[in-house]
């Protein structure tokens, strides 16, 4: 949070089905998935921007730098709403790149 303060940035890189006292549930690819809501948290509290980025394999075994559109965390008067809605918004930016590479993921 120190370093969003002082508009540096910062990388985080989410994960999928965490212990339920560290998340959300959210759909990921139709199942309910235990998700963290670090990032949700960090851009809520700091009104930074997530900027998805991914980095995905090529054919010719050289990498491929994704920079997806930054999206706004969403505020309401009802923050564990706000922790679900952000959450779920997140976790759908990953699940559309799994679909375009579903080859590179377990």
Same mark, same amino acid.
């Given at each position: 949070?120190?370093? &969003?303060?002082?508009?540096?940035?910062?990388?985080?890189?989410?994960?999928?089905?965490?212990?339920?006292?560290?998340?959300?549930?959210?759909?990921?690819?139709?199942?309910?998935?235990?998700?963290? *809501? #670090?990032?949700? *948290?960090?851009?809520?509290?700091? #009104?930074?921007?997530?900027?998805? *980025?991914?980095? *995905?394999?090529?054919?010719? #075994?050289? @990498?491929?730098?994704?920079?997806?559109?930054?999206?706004?965390?969403? @505020?309401?008067?009802? @923050?564990?709403?706000? &922790?679900?809605?952000?959450?779920?918004?997140?976790?759908?930016?990953?699940?559309?790149?799994?679909?375009? @590479?579903?080859?590179?993921?377990?």
């Amino acid at each position: 949070m120190e370093l &969003l303060r002082e508009n540096q940035i910062i990388g985080i890189l989410s994960d999928q089905n965490v212990a339920p006292y560290e998340g959300v549930f959210v759909d990921f690819f139709g199942r309910s998935a235990c998700t963290g *809501v #670090g990032l949700a *948290v960090m851009a809520m509290r700091s #009104g930074a921007p997530v900027i998805p *980025v991914f980095m *995905v394999r090529q054919k010719s #075994g050289k @990498y491929k730098f994704i920079i997806k559109p930054f999206i706004e965390a969403i @505020y309401t008067d009802d @923050y564990e709403a706000d &922790l679900q809605v952000n959450t779920q918004r997140f976790t759908k930016i990953i699940e559309d790149i799994v679909r375009e @590479y579903p080859e590179q993921w377990l």
